[in-house]
């Protein structure tokens, strides 16, 4: 059953037509998760952290009597959909991948989860990722890395590294991620998926762990372009519990699917082309683009001149922004404390010398450095700066043309441990990412092709502010070429 449904029509047809009930399609893939997914199995991706059966086969019981009355289903009835750990789940652990926040179970559900399953949506349970979203690898995860399903010796990228596994596997239909610098769109493209990162402020933050409040973003992934459509149409709207969510009307991005790709304007940087760039990633980039080009699009080059200052400037915004918002982890409130501390500030120290693993200690330095006294002028304040010069890069580049299409990663997806002791080569790992995080740009990772080992290759596609419809349209361009 579960190669026979893998997307959202699939699932809704299914359950309309009587070839099987939800609680029949949750069970089948609760099955394929514990054959796969659990430490110990065959392939052990590693992608879930926790399962919330009872939640699940709750939801799937009001489905299933939906179809019995002969009620209309709702647009995700049945769709067995993950949920990233940074993202709070009444019911359910929210550890973020920390041991600082081992045995937090929240009381409340982020609103992108009350909005999925109000709309039909079945949750299995919490998602693998990098500790608070920090990684390009799904490597820091206090509780053990995710496997890429493409290939079990490489990473599956990070930090939505189980969000993109899960869906590669066959494990969920959809699933959650976040994006702060590339951490849907870069595993994405890992795993052969696709990614969508909203435009900042389209979907609501509410229930989030946050990592980097003005760069973090939900977003879904999924493995067809229709399907990331449909469910962002469900997560995007304001929120009222979320101060930086638009109130601009939803857009139909479905709808937007049925308007041809022909006439769209596809902008090539060449930033994007330079050193560093794997030859078989290229080829199959170039294809893509040329691939475009044979279905009605205009191709024709665009100035990113700031994209070389992008990967410094985020990694002192992201990291500054860190350094503040992870200060509420003390021991105090939720989480882990460590108990052999005599007084209060040996308390704090100990608790976060214990629960916060290397790569976020690195970051929370890195952050309390730049906003330091002293230093705040010379990184944070510049970086802001700088970031406003990358945004009117992209501002400048979309007077020109529609979408602008890259390659999403420098390299297909890496040997795991190949980069842990190498924080600098992991950071570059980003460099196509963390510009459009960044300008708050919306963007998507589509699969393009495979290398000689057959590692998948995404290719970027980044639209105009809450111009995800047209993205989403040159995407579905590609995915048709790609399957003809």
Not at 136 to 145: D, F, K, T
Not at 258 to 267: D, E, I
Not at 430 to 436: F, Q
């Amino acid at each position: 059953m579960h190669d026979t449904l893998q997307t959202i029509d699939q699932v809704r047809t299914a359950l309309a037509t009587g070839t099987a009930t939800a609680t029949a399609v949750a069970e089948r893939h609760y099955a394929r998760i514990a054959a796969e997914d659990a430490p110990g199995t065959p392939k052990a991706i590693h992608s879930f952290l926790a399962l919330s059966h009872d939640r699940a086969f709750s939801q799937a019981a009001r489905l299933d009597a939906l179809v019995a009355a002969g009620d209309p289903l709702p647009l995700l009835a049945g769709v067995p959909i993950g949920i990233k750990d940074v993202l709070t789940m009444q019911g359910s652990p929210a550890t973020a991948g920390s041991k600082i926040l081992a045995g937090y179970m929240p009381p409340y559900d982020a609103t992108v989860v009350k909005k999925l399953e109000a709309a039909g949506a079945v949750l299995l349970g919490k998602l693998n990722c990098d500790e608070f979203a920090m990684g390009s690898s799904n490597e820091n995860s206090a509780y053990g890395p995710v496997r890429n399903p493409a290939a079990l010796d490489r990473v599956p990228g990070g930090s939505s590294g189980g969000s993109a596994a899960s869906v590669a596997a066959g494990f969920t239909v959809a699933s959650l991620g976040t994006d702060t610098g590339g951490s849907i769109r870069q595993p994405a493209a890992f795993c052969g998926v696709v990614g969508l990162l909203p435009t900042y402020g389209r979907v609501s933050r509410y229930g989030l762990i946050a990592f980097a409040s003005s760069l973090d973003r939900v977003g879904p992934v999924t493995h067809t372009v229709k399907d990331a459509a449909t469910v962002l149409g469900v997560l995007a709207g304001h929120d009222p519990l979320d101060a930086t969510s638009s109130t601009r009307p939803v857009d139909d991005y479905v709808g937007a699917l049925a308007k041809p790709g022909a006439g769209l304007r596809v902008g090539v940087p060449a930033e994007y082309f330079g050193e560093g760039l794997d030859p078989e990633v290229r080829t199959a980039v170039e294809r893509a683009i040329e691939q475009l080009k044979a279905a009605g699009c205009t191709v024709q080059p665009v100035n990113l001149p700031h994209t070389r200052y992008a990967v410094p400037t985020y990694y002192v915004v992201a990291t500054a922004e860190a350094s503040s918002n992870l200060s509420r982890f003390d021991g105090v409130r939720f989480g882990l404390r460590a108990t052999e501390s005599n007084t209060l500030s040996a308390m704090f120290k100990n608790t976060r010398d214990e629960g916060f693993g290397a790569e976020v200690k690195r970051r929370i330095l890195l952050g309390t450095y730049a906003l330091s006294a002293g230093y705040y002028d010379a990184y944070y304040r510049k970086a802001q700066q700088v970031r406003t010069l990358i945004t009117r890069d992209f501002l400048a580049a979309f007077e020109q043309v529609d979408v602008i299409a890259g390659p999403m990663t420098p390299t297909p997806a890496f040997k795991l441990g190949e980069k842990t002791d190498d924080p600098m080569a992991m950071y570059l790992a980003d460099i196509y990412s963390v510009a459009a995080s960044l300008a708050g740009i919306c963007g998507v990772s589509v699969p393009c092709g495979k290398t000689a080992e057959g590692l998948p290759v995404g290719l970027q596609l980044m639209g105009k502010h809450f111009d995800e419809g047209t993205v989403l349209r040159a995407a579905l361009a590609v995915e048709l070429a790609q399957a003809d």
